[in-house]
């Protein structure tokens, strides 16, 4: 770690795999980069407890009564949090709430997401069975950078998943799971350590 080490924060709402993968890449130094803090929308989460077992600032933040909604309170309050952990780049890590304003303004070009398919193909929520349901022969998993526009920004890195006869969503996503793992580390090093991805205000 280094003065010019980048700080990120981790949004996530699952069971963290993502997240221990960058965490890992860090403490092996094959990702030069600070967790300044962790956040989820459920307060049992899988991630808060990865941080925590790492002795990582970690939140939980509460997303508001609508559960099909990320409340603009929290979407305030989590542009706060992440302002007072001063961090240069947000990392999501299967958070599952939608970004918009503050975050999206005040955090634009600094917010880095991964997701389960060959983006722009299957946007949006279960993209895995949105793949076997297509019945192609390969999917995979993007990195990108988010948007407005879900599952639209701008494509990093992706890697390929080719299905296998009689793939279930069962078969397939540890498959993809495992893909997002292996990837995720190395865009956001590549990416972290290029122009653009910090202090862009
Ligand atoms: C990943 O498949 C990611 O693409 C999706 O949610 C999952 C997160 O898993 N958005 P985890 O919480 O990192 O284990």
């Known amino acids: ?66 559960p099909n909604r990320f409340a603009d309170e929290a979407q305030i309050e989590l542009a706060r949090l992440l302002r007072e952990a001063r961090a240069d780049a947000i990392v999501c890590a299967g958070f599952m709430r939608v970004l918009k304003a503050p975050m999206l303004t005040e955090w634009a070009g600094r917010i880095i997401n991964i997701h389960p398919s060959l983006l722009p193909q299957f946007r949006g929520r279960d993209a895995i069975s949105q793949a076997l349901a297509a019945g192609i022969p390969v999917t995979g998993c993007t990195v990108h950078l988010v948007t407005e526009e879900i599952d639209s920004g701008e494509i990093l890195a992706q890697s390929e998943v080719p299905l296998l006869a009689g793939d279930t969503k069962e078969t397939l996503t540890p498959r993809i799971n495992a893909a997002e793992r292996a990837l995720y580390p190395s865009a956001l090093q590549k990416w972290l350590h290029s122009p653009g991805s910090r202090n862009s205000e």
């Open 1 to 66: 770690m280094s003065a010019t080490t980048p700080r990120i924060a981790v949004l996530g709402s699952g069971a963290g795999s993502n997240f221990v993968a960058v965490a890992n890449a860090i403490a092996a130094g094959t990702l030069d980069a600070t967790v300044v803090l962790v956040v989820s929308d459920y307060s049992n989460a899988g991630i808060l407890k990865h941080a925590a077992d790492r002795d990582l600032p970690h939140v939980f933040l509460d997303p508001g009564p609508n």
